[in-house]
């Protein structure tokens, strides 16, 4: 199993009962991808990873890790091979601007071994104020976004899902001032 899907079965493992997690399926087109791809005409592309419901809130996830320092982002659609891809930021986008959402990212950074959740609306405002290519940990914590606290157990990660959980609704604010709409 490649290091993304075991950090994604962890956290999914860590999800305490009280709450509802769902991983949304990869589309079959996403598997063994040769290069002279012309007789696709189309792929869909999932908004988002995953999410969580807890009461009375959803949280859609995009969970990305790396053992690089930093992320990259997708930034115009002839942009190949970037973590974050531009239909992923817009499928938090949208889902944020209902009442009751909370969308954002979880990046795992296996080379320093820190779990972080970033809201989407603090993403956009990294987006909108810094002209990067990536997004690396001191920017995560600089706009916002917050250590996600996690255990190792012999081999694999527990992560404190709860404590993230309750963390996201205590910034509940963030998600109000900050409706700007990234242009691509």
Do not use: C
């Not at 296996?110 to 690396?136: A, C, G, P, W």
């Not at 606290?149 to 992560?159: A, G």
């Not at 910034?171 to 900050?178: A, D, H, V």
Request: charge should be positive; avoid cysteine; aromatic fraction near 14%.
């Amino acid at each position: 199993m490649n290091e993304g899907k075991k950090f994604e079965t962890n956290f999914k493992k860590s999800v305490p009962n009280n709450m509802y997690y769902f991983r949304v399926k990869d589309p079959a087109i996403a598997f063994n991808q040769s290069d002279n791809q012309s007789n696709i005409r189309f792929s869909p592309k999932n908004p988002y990873d995953s999410f969580l419901f807890y009461i009375s809130n959803l949280f859609p996830l995009e969970l990305k890790s790396t053992s690089s320092t930093s992320i990259s982002i997708q930034k115009s659609k002839d942009e190949k091979s970037k973590m974050i891809k531009i239909h992923q930021i817009r499928g938090l986008q949208d889902a944020n601007n209902f009442e009751g959402i909370l969308a954002g990212f979880v990046f795992d950074f296996r080379t320093s071994d820190n779990t972080y959740y970033m809201s989407i609306s603090n993403f956009m405002k990294f987006l909108n104020n810094v002209n990067k290519k990536s997004i690396n940990e001191k920017d995560i914590l600089e706009y916002g976004g917050f250590i996600i606290e996690k255990k190792i157990k012999k081999v694999n990660y527990t992560y404190d899902i709860k404590n993230m959980i309750e963390n996201i609704i205590s910034r509940k604010g963030e998600k109000e001032s900050n409706n700007e709409i990234w242009r691509f």
